[in-house]
């Protein structure tokens, strides 16, 4: 009881931030590497975003490092996720996660990229945008990294990772590396877990003569077993972080399992410029003897820019 009861005072430290957030001053548009903000994974996105309290599979190098710790030791799990971005814009991550018996923990190599089909290139003198001056011209940001995870207890865990961030728009790239860093709780009562992880530690990055930081993002919360029995489980979990060009944020969400086949998920995005409520549907199937594969999709409400559909397939054999 009195962890329940802990756990409760946690979640009512976190939500007095929201409702303050109205008067904090937010350097909107003053950060580079925005596209580190978008979330990895059908399967999260659908609940809300709210994962770094549950982050238990492959999409974990993203919402936390940590979470990787928890993946069956015997087992390597591959994830392909793929999203449509507003303005025409795909965004794509892979991953895959792993163990080496002389080493205690699990590791994980990871690459994610937001890119453009290529664009007619126009001037003021050429403004034509079939023709424009005959040439053409595409942009995109790519981060890749290798992520490491160790349970040093059977209720505590940590991982870190190393991403190599790379900006390129027609002749012009830059580079730079970044840290994030996560650890996941297990409380011991309802199947409750605290998670907690700061995403994009890094140095400013340089764009054509430019200098600006990267979205350093700090992120806590919990998740819960709800309800749970033989052909039953319902997973709750909320999220708190605090972006360093906006004002706080809070994520809920909800994953209903059915017999371990069928998942629906829902969620909402709370104080966010363009993202509210989501949703999504998962299956869980065999595809061989020892192998296991789960195709999930989402779709989240962008307001004014319309929706965002993500797929998501990972395999764990």
């Known amino acids: 009881m009195r962890k329940i009861i802990a756990a409760g005072c946690l979640a009512g430290m976190l939500v007095p931030g929201i409702a303050g957030a109205a008067n904090i001053f937010e350097k909107v548009g003053t950060f580079d590497g925005q596209f580190l ?10 609940m809300g975003g709210a994962f770094v309290g549950v982050a238990d599979d ?77 040439r053409t011209f595409d942009a995109g940001m790519l981060a890749a990294g290798v992520t490491y995870a160790r349970s040093f207890t059977d209720k505590f865990s940590a991982g870190v990772t190393g991403n190599f961030i790379h900006e390129g728009l027609a002749e012009y790239s830059n580079q730079t590396f970044s840290f994030d860093v996560g650890t996941l709780y297990d409380v011991g009562t309802l199947g409750m877990k605290i998670g907690m992880a700061i995403s994009n530690i890094g140095s400013q990055i340089k764009f054509i003569e430019r200098e600006a930081k990267i979205p350093a993002i700090f992120r806590v919360g919990t998740s819960a077993v709800i309800l749970q029995s033989s052909d039953q489980k319902l997973i709750g979990s909320f999220e708190f972080s605090h972006p360093p060009d906006n004002a706080e944020r809070l994520n809920v969400g909800a994953e209903y399992a059915f017999r371990k086949f069928a998942f629906f998920r829902g969620g909402y995005n709370i104080n966010y410029d363009s993202e509210g409520v989501a949703g999504g549907v998962g299956f869980h199937f065999p595809v061989s003897v020892a192998g296991q594969a789960d195709l999930d999709y989402a779709y989240t409400d962008m307001k004014d820019l319309g929706g965002s559909h993500r797929v998501s397939l990972r395999f764990l054999f």
């Not at 892979?94 to 080493?103: A, D, M, P, R, T």
């Open 37 to 46: 903000k978008i979330g990895v994974g059908a399967r999260a996105s659908a």
């Open 58 to 134: 492959a999409s974990a190098v993203f919402w936390n490092a940590a979470g990787i710790a928890r993946i069956d030791p015997d087992k390597s799990e591959l994830s392909l996720n793929h999203a449509s971005w507003p303005a025409e814009l795909s965004f794509d991550q892979v991953g895959y996660v792993f163990h080496l018996k002389q080493i205690p923990g699990a590791f994980a190599v990871h690459a994610r990229s937001l890119s453009m089909d290529p664009m007619v290139e126009t001037t003021a003198y050429q403004p034509d945008p079939l023709v424009g001056t005959g």
